[in-house]
């Protein structure tokens, strides 16, 4: 065996060395009932254990570890006027100073079929909600769902909250999400 070789193969068995005594796992699948692609996943910056999932059309939850279960958040969201379509989220946030604050930026589709987009804000991490309702549509169920989170809350002012729509540029709240207005020059373009 070559020199390079021997070195390679060395090193590769060091690598693998820790695992080789590592503990057993049991892997098994999550249960999330609403359906739906996972299309991401937040844990809070700063609060242990605080865990939120994202589908594109089955809402939104939150990891219980004590019952090592996910909890449904807006499960009330009716059927009514395609209301069942705020049930896509295409992102969420989390505030870094406050674990008990979140928010739910909510829409399935950009279509003239589709509602306008919400903003759920909540103060008790998804228990009750404050609801706002956008200036324009969000596609939780469209293309690019699943490439980060688009809504973020300022870290330096927890007031701010800055959104990257799916085609209406980008938008700046000064007051938690019960205000929006477009930041001029990240109008979106026409892919080409």
Not at 167 to 174: D, E, F, H, I, T
């Amino acid at each position: 065996m070559r020199p390079a070789a021997k070195f390679l193969l060395s090193f590769a068995l060091l690598a693998l060395a820790p695992f080789a005594a590592a503990e057993n796992y049991a892997w098994k699948n999550v249960a999330i009932t609403g359906g739906g692609f996972v299309s991401g996943l937040v844990f809070h910056p700063a609060q242990s254990d605080l865990l939120y999932c994202r589908t594109d059309v089955g809402g939104a939850y939150r990891w219980d570890p004590a019952a090592r279960r996910w909890l449904p958040l807006n499960d009330d969201i009716g059927g009514l006027n395609n209301e069942f379509m705020n049930l896509g989220v295409l992102t969420f946030a989390l505030d870094p100073r406050d674990a008990d604050r979140v928010y739910l930026a909510c829409g399935q589709y950009v279509q003239s079929f589709a509602p306008s987009a919400i903003l759920l804000a909540s103060t008790d991490r998804g228990a009750t909600w404050t609801r706002t309702t956008l200036p324009f549509k969000l596609g939780g169920n469209e293309d690019g769902r699943g490439c980060g989170e688009r809504l973020q809350v300022d870290p330096n002012d927890s007031r701010i909250l800055f959104l990257g729509t799916t085609n209406a540029g980008l938008w700046r709240s000064p007051d938690r999400g019960a205000t929006w207005s477009q930041l001029s020059g990240f109008t979106p373009t026409a892919p080409t």
